[in-house]
């Protein structure tokens, strides 16, 4: 499978991105998100409810590892990085490519991180504390990071295909 699954913090674009990746390599996009409100038939919010913090990481990760597809641009929900059983599937599709924007730049594009249906392993309330906690995971889960700093969106999403189109041509075979 050939596949570019998106990671990153909410806010940083993995949706809005990951659309214009799609089109721009004619491959086909899936918003996990999106997959798991369809397949529950409820808002994220809802589910990190009913299940608790611990019990939405185990159904996101199931949900993530029943994903079969080929040439798709797959936008992650920030915490798929909390189920390694899921972000080594996801590797074993294709590559994994981690956004990366500067914490003051998500600050303004996020809100409020409970209203907006965001689980954090360690219990964490701010988007600081949410940083530190998950940028490791990014990076260690990412085949490849594009570093956003600086960048406007229109220069982001040029930034992004022409990584990606450089790194699939010299990895003709991922």
Partial sequence: ????????????????????????????????????????????????????????????????????????????????????????????????IYLHHQLDVLAQRVGNLVTRGVVCHSGCTTLEDLYEERCPLYEKYADLTVDFTGCSVEQCSEKLLKTVQAYLKEHPNC
Wanted: glycine residues 12%; charged residues 15%.
């Fill in 1 to 96: 499978m050939h596949n570019i699954t998106l990671i990153g913090m909410p806010g940083s674009g993995k949706t809005t991105f990951g659309k214009t990746l799609a089109a721009g390599l004619s491959y086909h996009f899936i918003d996990t998100d999106d997959v798991i409100i369809q397949t529950y038939h409820k808002p994220l919010m809802e589910l990190i409810d009913e299940y608790g913090t611990e019990g939405f990481i185990t159904l996101e990760g199931k949900v993530l590892q029943s994903i079969y597809t080929n040439q798709a641009v797959i936008s992650t929900g920030g915490s798929a990085v909390y189920s390694d059983d899921a972000m080594q599937y996801l590797k074993s599709t294709g590559i994994v």
